[in-house]
T-cell receptor, first 113, second 115 residues
Framework: QQQVKQSPQSLIVQKGGIPIINCAYENTAFDYFPWYQQFPGKGPALLIAIRPDVSEKKEGRFTISFNKSAKQFSLHIMDSQPGDSATYFCAAAGGTSYGKLTFGQGTILTVHP | NAGVMQNPRHLVRRRGQEARLRCSPMKGHSHVYWYRQLPEEGLKFMVYLQKENIIDESGMPKERFSAEFPKEGPSILRIQQVVRGDSAAYFC?????????????FGPGTRLTVL
C-alpha cells in the first residue's frame, strides 16, 4: 500500500516534444506529490510538487496533472530540450509516513536534438 | 547559501570494514532524511532524524546500520561490517523546521563501493 508505481521506465522524444510520465499510488493518506529530476552522479533536485486540493499545477515548462479519484498523477514537460535529458522520479508523502518520501522507480528521459 | 553537503562523495571499503557517511543540512534546516539508491533503482527511505532524535527508522536494516544527528555537527550514517550488497548511493536530504511536509532538498550523495 505504500508503493508508488511509475511508468514508463524510459522515454525518448525529439526536441520540442511533450514527454509525459505517469505515477499511481495506493495509499489514500498521501497528500503531497513532488517530482524530482536527477542527472547522472548528482542528487535529486525538486522540480515541482502538488497537493490533492488542485488538479493541475504549472511551473515554467513543467506541469503536474492530478486525478484524486484515480489515484494518479503525471508530469508533462512542454517544449522539451536536450538539457531535460535526465531521470525523473515521482514521490508521495503523508499520513503515517510523515516526513518520509516514497519514490517511484524512475523514468529515464532522452530528448534528441 | 550552501546546499546540503555530504562527504565523502566516494567511499571504498572492503568487506567487514565500517563506513561512516556525513551529512550537513542546509542552514536553518533541522530535519534530516537518509535514502539509499541501488543501481538502476529509485530511492528508498532509510531514516528520518531531528536534532538528537530519531523520528522514523522504519526503512533502516535492523542490523549493522545506525544513524545519528547530534546537537552539534553533521548527521552520521554508520554501516558496520559492510557487505557487497551495501554498495549503493546514499543520499541525505534536509528540510526546514515548520516547512510544508515533504519539501526535502537533497545533497549530492555518497557513493559507497564495497570490495
Amino acid at each position: 500500500q505504500q508503493q508508488v508505481k511509475q511508468s514508463p521506465q524510459s522515454l525518448i522524444v525529439q526536441k520540442g516534444g511533450i514527454p509525459i510520465i505517469n505515477c499511481a499510488y495506493e495509499n489514500t493518506a498521501f497528500d503531497y506529490f513532488p517530482w524530482y529530476q536527477q542527472f547522472p552522479g548528482k542528487g535529486p533536485a525538486l522540480l515541482i510538487a502538488i497537493r490533492p486540493d488542485v488538479s493541475e499545477k504549472k511551473e515554467g515548462r513543467f506541469t503536474i496533472s492530478f486525478n484524486k479519484s484515480a489515484k494518479q498523477f503525471s508530469l508533462h514537460i512542454m517544449d522539451s530540450q536536450p538539457g531535460d535529458s535526465a531521470t525523473y522520479f515521482c514521490a508521495a508523502a503523508g499520513g503515517t509516513s510523515y516526513g518520509k518520501l516514497t519514490f517511484g522507480q524512475g523514468t529515464i528521459l532522452t530528448v534528441h536534438p | 547559501n550552501a546546499g546540503v553537503m555530504q562527504n565523502p562523495r566516494h567511499l571504498v571499503r572492503r568487506r567487514g570494514q565500517e563506513a561512516r557517511l556525513r551529512c550537513s543540512p542546509m542552514k536553518g534546516h533541522s530535519h534530516v532524511y537518509w535514502y539509499r539508491q541501488l543501481p538502476e533503482e529509485g530511492l528508498k527511505f532509510m531514516v528520518y532524524l531531528q536534532k538528537e532524535n530519531i523520528i522514523d527508522e522504519s526503512g533502516m536494516p535492523k542490523e549493522r546500520f545506525s544513524a545519528e544527528f547530534p546537537k552539534e555537527g553533521p548527521s552520521i550514517l554508520r554501516i558496520q561490517q559492510v557487505v557487497r550488497g551495501d554498495s549503493a548511493a546514499y543520499f541525505c536530504a534536509s528540510s526546514p523546521l515548520g516547512t510544508s511536509r515533504g519539501e526535502q532538498f537533497f545533497g549530492p550523495g555518497t557513493r559507497l563501493t564495497v570490495l
